[in-house]
């Protein structure tokens, strides 16, 4: 959990929902009170330790020991160690308005074809951006699904489907440079290297959907409290 960086993504998530919350316009008529029952609601959901120490007993019983010791062994690389950190540091920090700003200075300024190539070739060996997807279909899904017709909610649903997949690669590719913009493109290479061992590729994405896993559960259980706390109010 610490070598990968999980531990501290999951520590993280927490900080980065309430600045999500702080903003969400559902929450202007809350009360003092029912700000805290939402937030406590949350805070069960994004219990960092509590996951971790989860993850890491799903982990040791999946059978795969020679697999998790060769990726635990691999994580042990310096260069990993640096570049994990940073990304996580910049990740959790970041917000849609520096991703606009940054996207928009590629008109003058292209990334260099070496770094979209390493980044492309991260997401084939960590499965990122389909990871991505999944997680911004199924967060979508839950809040627009019941807001839909039942009539035409499967055609609707398969188009946006549709839509995420197609931009996920993209959105990726966006993140990750960002994330990555003030690593060394040698110590990059070196990250890449690592996770393009096939034990850090099975467990980047066992990692990755339960993180995954984390934020839907965190979003499905904020909207739910949501709909309770305006049902309790009426």
């Known amino acids: 959990m610490d070598l990968s960086g999980t531990r501290e993504t999951l520590e993280g998530l927490g900080k980065s929902l309430d600045r999500e919350v702080a903003s969400d316009p559902r929450l202007a008529k809350l009360s003092k009170g029912q700000r805290a029952e939402l937030m406590k609601v949350l805070n069960d959901a994004l219990d960092g330790r509590r996951i971790a120490t989860e993850l890491t007993s799903a982990l040791a019983a999946s059978g795969d020991k020679e697999r998790l010791a060769a990726a635990v062994t691999a994580m042990h690389d310096p260069v990993y160690l640096k570049v994990t950190h940073r990304v996580v540091v910049e990740s959790l920090n970041t917000t849609p308005q520096a991703l606009v700003a940054y996207a928009k200075g590629f008109q003058k300024h292209p990334p260099d074809p070496g770094r979209v190539q390493l980044i492309q070739r991260l997401d084939t060996a960590t499965a990122g951006s389909r990871i991505l997807a999944d997680t911004r279909y199924e967060m979508v899904s839950k809040t627009l699904g019941g807001m839909l017709a039942e009539a035409d909610r499967e055609a609707k649903l398969a188009k946006l489907r549709e839509q995420i997949d197609a931009n996920a ?57 949501l709909v309770d706390l305006a049902a309790r109010s009426q």
């Open 169 to 225: 690669p993209n959105e990726f590719l966006l993140l990750t440079l960002y994330a990555c913009r003030k690593i060394d493109l040698k110590d990059l290479e070196g990250y890449v290297h690592t996770q393009e061992n096939e034990p850090m590729g099975w467990l980047a994405r066992q990692l990755g959907y339960a993180v995954q896993r984390t934020m839907v559960d965190a979003r499905t259980r904020m909207t739910d409290k």
